[in-house]
């Protein structure tokens, strides 16, 4: 049974840093596509970023580039997202999730049950 667990979120003030990491088991981590996505309340889920299975590909969405960082450690079967300058919109559910099409960020297969992040002004 595969299993993704994500952990690291919590309330911070804008301008301010968190890590996100998620682990996951029943798969060969360093066989799959991995993504973070995050839903606010009333909207949509949308793909944050999302990594090759090597780690030398990665997809940003426009309201994080340059701020958010994917990153991944096969040997340690981790992924994060290091997430700075963090702004009020960024609050939602952050969700990690494996076995998609990275370049796309979309079509993942097994999903965690998400980690809130809040950022207050």
């Known amino acids: 049974q595969v299993q993704v667990v994500e952990s690291g979120g919590g309330s911070v003030q804008a301008g301010e840093s968190l890590r996100l990491s998620c682990t996951t088991s029943g798969l060969r981590f360093d066989r799959y596509a991995m993504g973070w996505f995050r839903q606010a309340p009333g909207k949509e889920r949308e793909g944050v970023s999302c990594?090759?299975?090597?780690?030398?590909?990665?997809y940003y969405a426009d309201s994080v580039k340059g701020r958010f960082t994917i990153s991944r450690d096969n040997a340690r079967d981790t992924l994060y997202l290091q997430m700075n300058s963090l702004k009020p919109e960024d609050t939602a559910m952050y969700y990690c999730?494996?076995?998609?099409?990275?370049?796309?960020?979309?079509?993942?297969?097994?999903w965690g049950q998400g980690t809130q992040v809040t950022v207050s002004s």
């Open positions: 999730a494996a076995g998609g099409s990275w370049d796309a960020c979309a079509d993942f297969t097994h």
């Open positions: 990594i090759n299975w090597s780690g030398r590909f990665k």
